[in-house]
């Protein structure tokens, strides 16, 4: 019996995807649930399983092919799970015995590894199943010190584009991921379809940090291994303040102002194939032990390309932290179609003029990017001022006053 593998119903959001890694290969035989190909869209990876035991009898779509919703990628004989060897073209007496390498099997994040730094996959030992190449091994791989190269080999350009001991200037030239595409199209769009403006204030980190200091163990114990981290404050102030100012938490649709009665919060994270940003639903909801473990959640799968279109889909407000790379101050973007965005910032200790004394303390710049066309300068700064002082007095959160 004969079954067919379909791409996976893609979202209206999601106009098509590419056949990003193929896991199996032609008369190779897979068991059910087993990973075999990874769709690469616009806004994740999503990975295609094995629906039954059988072999991969025929491949109808390589990797790098774009293919839409529910295309068929490949077809597998059920029945039958031992290994069967791909069928190869016989060799002539007199041809060259090396047969042509095959290019091992890698995830998204191990592929953008090896373009980036101009590795020969098949030099690497893969550790994943099936000897697929994870993205640790390519980070092992990289970090090597190379071997004696012999003297009649032939010289390749330098891997990280640095000028060579000859002076050659080396160039690379690689197509951007559509995850990177399509950042890069959003982006611009913020920049030339809103009237994004970005007004400034800074915190005292003391109070927060003092009260993190003395109850992160307890809390960590309590809440199963949650860490106490500063995200879920923010989350929370953030929260609390979009509910006094409720512009900053509407968007705009056409010539209409759509006004939520909910705070879904976006939290952007980094990753190698660019920056996410999942949504924690109805967070005014959820405590602070919540936030922290969500967005640890959250986390490892968008570090696992795990992430699913439910994930990302949605969001009245975002909430960005470039403190975590040592930035200390900057302008964040806004994520259309809201109209708010809060930036957080490195904390960097900075003498202050307290009651008249100068006194070291550890501060934080806060940047608030907001459209001015539904939000005027002084509900930006208001709502700025009410992050501040929750921040710096973080009983209010509790007591939401």
Request: with cysteine; proline share 6%.
């Amino acid at each position: 019996m004969t079954i067919e593998i379909k791409a996976p119903a893609f979202p209206e959001s999601v106009a098509d995807g590419e056949v990003a890694t193929w896991h199996k290969r032609e008369g190779e035989s897979v068991v059910r649930d087993e990973l075999i190909v990874e769709i690469e869209t616009d806004k994740v990876v999503m990975e295609v399983v094995a629906p039954a035991d059988g072999v991969i009898e025929a491949i109808h779509a390589t990797e790098g092919t774009v293919i839409e919703s529910e295309a068929l990628l490949a077809t597998i004989r059920q029945g039958a799970i031992e290994s069967v060897a791909p069928v190869e073209a016989s060799t002539p007496v007199n041809a060259p015995s090396d047969p042509k390498p095959v290019t091992p099997t890698m995830g998204p994040a191990a592929r953008t590894l090896v373009t980036e730094h101009g590795v020969d996959p098949s030099a690497i030992a893969g550790s994943g199943k099936g000897g697929r190449i994870t993205k640790e091994d390519v980070v092992a791989h990289i970090s090597k010190p190379a071997a004696p190269a012999a003297a009649a080999a032939k010289i390749e350009p330098p891997a990280d584009l640095s000028a060579s001991a000859t002076g050659e200037r080396v160039e690379k030239r690689v197509p951007m991921t559509r995850m990177r595409a399509k950042i890069a199209e959003r982006l611009l769009d913020a920049s030339q379809q809103t009237a994004m403006l970005t007004t400034f204030n800074e915190v005292n980190m003391a109070p927060l940090m003092e009260l993190r200091r003395k109850y992160k163990d307890a809390f960590e114990k309590t809440h199963n291994g949650t860490r106490l981290g500063f995200m879920g404050f923010f989350v929370k102030a953030a929260c609390e303040a979009l509910k006094r100012f409720p512009e900053v938490n509407a968007s705009i649709d056409g010539n209409d102002v759509v006004y939520h009665g909910y705070q879904d919060i976006g939290v952007a994270v980094s990753t190698n194939n660019g920056l996410v940003v999942p949504v924690l639903r109805d967070a005014d909801f959820m405590s602070i032990a919540d936030v922290e473990a969500k967005i640890k959640e959250l986390g490892l799968k968008a570090r696992d390309n795990k992430l699913t279109i439910e994930d990302m889909t949605g969001g009245t407000f975002t909430v960005t932290n470039g403190g975590v790379f040592g930035s200390l101050m900057s302008t964040p973007i806004l994520n259309p179609p809201q109209t708010g965005i809060l930036g957080m910032h490195k904390i960097q200790e900075r003498p202050m003029a307290v009651d008249g004394q100068v006194v070291i303390l550890p501060m934080m710049y806060l940047a608030l990017s907001y459209d001015h066309r539904l939000i005027d300068g002084k509900t930006a700064v208001q709502f700025l001022v009410a992050v501040k002082d929750l921040i710096e007095d973080p009983a209010r959160i509790l007591l939401q006053i």
